[in-house]
């Protein structure tokens, strides 16, 4: 585990538990070692947090790479946290750019670690499920590792888009883990991976009990770094 990961588990996290404490249902089907995707709703930048607290191993989690690459005492404080907590920069531009993400993910499955991918590709904006993307249903394929879907509920209330920083007491959080779904031996073309990936957000709708809209949300004025391919 990465050493700034784990000075924010001996930090950050029991104060998250103690401020907020969190409800985990599902832990049992969280991995104690090998390589698994966790695939979840999008609510608010706080998800992160909360399921960073929930799961003892490491998580990596997508950034945008322009924090890798900011200039001044800044930018290399930015780039210095997320390399030290582990995180995968991701381009935003799209194309053979945002597949690097891709690239650097898949030996990290390889090589045991946990992976957070967002389908929806934003935060949702209304506390409604969106239609998922296929980037991990491939990204499961590619690495051989199994999805678990993660359902978030409240962070939202806790940490609203435009919040700083999530407040407690004012909404229950839970943290839902639902059975992995292995795809192994699945074909990878574009209906098997949307037929996946349907599958996938149906167990992220039960865990979480969200209205499900069945088209992509609609995008943000700054795209979300957590957004796959």
Not at 174 to 194: C, I
């Amino acid at each position: 585990m990465p050493l700034l990961y784990t000075i924010g588990k001996l930090t950050v996290a029991p104060t998250l538990r103690v401020a907020f404490r969190p409800t985990v249902e599902g832990l049992e089907h969280v991995p104690e070692t090998g390589g698994a995707i966790f695939a979840g709703n999008h609510l608010s930048v706080a998800d992160e947090l909360f399921l960073g607290t929930v799961v003892p191993r490491h998580l990596a989690f997508w950034a945008k790479s322009e924090y890798f690459k900011g200039t001044g005492v800044k930018g290399a404080i930015s780039k210095f946290v997320l390399t030290g907590l582990g995180a995968i920069p991701v381009e935003r531009a799209g194309g053979r750019a945002a597949l690097s993400a891709f690239d650097a993910a898949i030996p990290a499955l390889k090589g045991g670690d946990l992976v957070v991918v967002y389908p929806e590709g934003t935060r949702s904006p209304d506390g409604k499920l969106y239609r998922g993307r296929t980037g991990a249903a491939r990204l499961a394929i590619a690495a051989g590792v199994p999805i678990i879907p993660v359902g978030m509920i409240g962070t939202d209330k806790a940490q609203p888009i435009g919040a700083r920083v999530p407040r407690p007491g004012i909404a229950k959080i839970t943290v839902r883990f639902g059975k992995p779904l292995d795809f192994t031996g699945r074909p990878d073309d574009r209906t098997s991976l949307r037929q996946m990936t349907d599958e996938m957000m149906s167990e992220i709708q039960k865990l979480t009990g969200q209205e499900y809209v069945p088209r992509y949300a609609p995008p943000r004025a700054h795209p979300d770094p957590t957004r796959d391919a």
